[in-house]
């Protein structure tokens, strides 16, 4: 019989088949933990308004959170920004006192600056009284033409007002039961008065108070002029539950603050003082 044929199978080589994806979403997944382990390490030497912004965010990504909208009745109040532009309503007020003539004398008077509480507004006295007459607490011409001027312009804005009154260090002459106490109240009120009647909001105004001499600008020299001054904060909305926090003339006093003094809300006006204040 013949020798059947000899068959050789020869296989040829070759790469393995498809192992499928499963490794790219492995390899997806320790990125992701790489990177989310990074932030946190970030974060946490941070300093802390940062930690605080970013938990707000994702709190609140819209930053709309504490706003109030409108229910499903169709009722709802009024929604407010969560802070005003400070730096704004200063520019406004100092360019309206620029375009009157008149005050243009007391640029070196009126002091506007951007404080942590609010916009703090310094209408500080010379040696002869530029807004009061010497120990009075009526307003003279100049001081109605700014308490004019700045009722008129921040009636415009939402923020409430607190006003302050300062004296120097020289004690008041005249009945012992007037002081500098009563004299700095009387000012203020004075001020707040006006300025009710020529523009402001009938509750625009939260606080009247009266500092005497306990919170001095210039501290070096208590008896300079420049201590006696009738200040007015624009508080921050959000800021204005009455409880205001005043250091007095926050940033530009020097050393440590002394605690809040009790002011009055004295109405009536005393006439016939004298003291050079």
Known sequence: MPTPPIIVIRKKGGHGGHHGGAWKVAYADFVTAMMALFIVLWLMNSSKPIQVAISGYFKDPSGTGKQTGTTI????????????????????LQKSIQDINDLAKLKNNIEITVTSEGLRIELMESENGTFFDSGSATLNKSGQQVATLLAAELGKAPNRLSIEGHTDAKPFGGKS????WELSADRANAARRLMQQSGLRPDQVSQVRGFADQRLRNKKD????????????????????????????????????????TGAKAESEPTGKKDGK
């Open 177 to 180: 039961s007037y002081s500098n």
């Open 222 to 261: 208590p008896l300079d002029p420049s201590n006696r001054r009738i200040s007015i904060i624009v508080q921050t909305l959000g800021n204005d539950t009455g409880e205001g926090k005043s250091s007095g003339a926050d940033a530009q006093e020097s050393g440590v603050a002394k605690p809040p003094a």
């Open 73 to 92: 009745d169709g009722t709802g109040e009024k929604v407010q920004p969560a802070k005003q532009d400070m730096a704004k309503i200063k520019e406004d």
